[in-house]
């Protein structure tokens, strides 16, 4: 792991790397696993959509709370009462088969049917990352870190046809199979939970720091928050949970085959994070946002035109090549333009909104797939998502980090 890291990284941030990735095989697995574990309960496509919505508002509803009152909390302790929550989601996942059980313990949980990282682990772990390095490599650290957890979560992805060869090998249910991902998601987050007592006071505010959670930067990141919201609007028709549903309703694509489709998507979206330090080394954070999203959204919307599977996961992969290389990039841009000690709350605003904003368009996902085949979902989020990139261009192109003034 430190041969990964950037030149002057910390040894804490090799911890929250490993945290990240253990994390981000949960994840990946249960990104896939959901629809067909929920559509083995016999839940419809507006029930699924409902509960990844409600899962979504919860996760956004925590994360808020989280960032909001970090500046004042041990970051260490916080981290660890959090992983005793993922472990409480895995077994309430494993153990309940109701709706509205289910429902609950969605919303009070860190399950995380997206596939990305947008649960309140987030806005702890970028706070504390800037403070492990130096400011010329920030977006490297930033980098590895979304390389790791993408990379990881798509090797997650990858096992989720495991469920179902077991439970033809060893003649069990396919309910009981599936059910079985989320005590391994439990079991994460047992090992995230020791790894974070590896980390070091270092990771602690100053003593005598601010205890203002926003302050000279509040109007810069409630506008990034805004045009993020955007951005995660557009996603949230796309998340991963449901674009396997639709690969499946429209193609038939089983769920291994679908497993081994985000995993390729996911090695292409890692590896780009490295490619976009490069890119904004030359042209800035906020082009390199910008510059590679685009293209990225146009795939999108021509998936939805695809006759055959082999064409409509051809752009799926050439969109997930570009992207998430504005992860990094996003990550460390908002890290940058606010002070030390309002990154945590300032993670937060700009991830919660984007939670927030990606709750409800599962439903009308849902409704619009139970309705018809059609890639609809696709062409409205990758539409949402080519406006934020051209507002985000317009607004903030002249605002950059002191290294890029530099």
């Known amino acids: 792991m430190p041969r990964l890291l950037p030149p002057g990284a910390s ?15 949960g994840d990946g697995l249960v990104s896939v696993v959901l629809a067909a574990y929920l559509t083995a309960l016999g839940f419809s496509e507006v029930r699924i959509g409902i509960l990844v919505t409600v899962t979504l508002l919860g996760s956004a509803a925590l994360t808020l709370a989280v960032g909001l009152r970090a500046h004042a909390y041990p970051r260490r302790r916080l981290l660890r009462l959090v992983s005793l929550l993922m472990i409480a989601t895995g077994v309430g996942f494993a153990v309940f088969t109701g709706f509205w059980p289910l429902a609950l313990v969605g919303m009070i ?21 800037p403070a492990t390095i130096g400011s010329d490599h920030r977006t490297a650290l930033f980098a590895r870190y979304s390389l790791i957890g993408t ?10 046809g495991v469920p179902e060869w077991v439970a033809r090998r060893i003649h069990v249910a396919e309910t009981t199979a599936l059910r079985s991902t989320f005590v391994l998601y439990a079991v994460l987050g047992v090992v995230v939970l020791v790894r974070y007592r590896h980390l070091s006071p270092n990771v602690e505010p100053a003593p005598g720091a601010t205890s203002v959670a926003l302050g000279p930067s509040k109007r810069t990141v409630y506008r990034l928050a ?21 690969l499946q309703r429209r193609f038939g694509l089983s769920l291994a085959v679908s497993g081994a489709v985000f995993f390729w998507a996911g090695v292409c979206s890692a590896f780009s994070a490295l490619v976009a330090v490069r890119i904004a080394s030359r042209i800035g954070l906020v082009r390199t946002m910008v510059f590679t999203h685009l293209p990225a959204n146009g795939l999108l919307i021509l998936t939805a035109f695809m006759p055959t599977a082999p064409l409509a996961v051809a752009c799926l992969l050439g969109r997930s090549a570009l992207s998430q290389m504005d992860v990094p990039a996003r990550t460390s841009y908002v890290m940058a333009v606010v002070t030390p000690e309002e990154r945590p709350a300032a993670a937060s605003v700009t991830n919660v909104p984007r939670s927030l904003a990606s709750a409800l368009p599962p439903i009308a996902a849902g409704w619009m797939l139970s309705h018809s085949h059609f890639g609809w979902p696709l062409i409205i989020g990758g539409s949402l998502k080519a406006i934020y990139d051209l507002l985000l261009l317009h607004q903030f192109r002249d605002l950059r980090p002191p290294e890029e003034q530099a």
């Open 226 to 246: 805004a045009l993020f919201s955007l951005d995660a609007l557009g996603g949230g028709f796309v998340i991963t949970a449901l674009v396997v549903l639709w």
């Open 109 to 129: 949980g860190t399950l995380n049917p997206s596939g990305g990282d947008v649960s309140v682990f987030l806005p702890t772990e970028q706070a504390l990352l």
């Open 151 to 160: 990379l990881v979560a798509a090797l997650g992805a990858s096992l989720a």
């Open 11 to 25: 040894r804490d941030a090799v911890v929250l790397l490993q945290t990240r990735a253990v994390r981000a095989l």
